[in-house]
């Protein structure tokens, strides 16, 4: 049957990868709050958002060296290096933000909140 239409395999090999990729995405704020909590005590601490949310930018910092810039991929024309620094700063700023009762932890209902 593959030979007979050789991009089925291909389009198979996409489906699932994708599949595989969607599978692994968090669906609702507990499940955020689950993957985010690696002491397991309910809430969210600045420094589990910080960690949690900074591994996006570890994957696109091919080069291991804390910026994400050309030497790690093809950048928008006119786009600045980021560094990991300012980039975990930002994410401090923004957890204060969603902490919306002040108590220095999110919990799944403030992780659900949009960036302010």
């Known amino acids: 049957m593959f030979r007979r239409y050789p991009g089925l395999l291909a389009a198979l090999a996409l489906v699932t990868a994708m599949s595989?990729?969607?599978q692994d995405f968090p669906r609702t704020p507990k499940?955020?709050?689950?993957?985010?909590?690696?002491?397991?005590?309910?809430?969210?601490?600045?420094?589990?958002?910080?960690?949690?949310?900074?591994?996006?930018?570890?994957?696109m910092d091919v080069n291991g060296d804390g910026v994400i810039d050309a030497n790690d991929g093809p950048m928008r024309p006119?786009?600045?290096?980021?560094?990991?620094?300012?980039?975990?700063?930002?994410?401090?700023?923004?957890?204060?933000k969603l902490d919306a009762n002040?108590?220095?932890f999110l919990n799944a209902r403030e992780l659900a909140q949009p960036p302010r």
Do not use: C, W
């Open 78 to 96: 006119g786009a600045r290096p980021i560094h990991l620094d300012e980039f975990q700063r930002n994410l401090i700023q923004q957890f204060h």
């Open 102 to 104: 002040h108590d220095g």
């Open 20 to 22: 595989a990729a969607a």
């Open 31 to 59: 499940e955020y709050l689950q993957r985010m909590d690696t002491n397991g005590d309910g809430k969210v601490d600045e420094a589990e958002y910080v960690r949690y949310m900074s591994q996006g930018f570890m994957r």
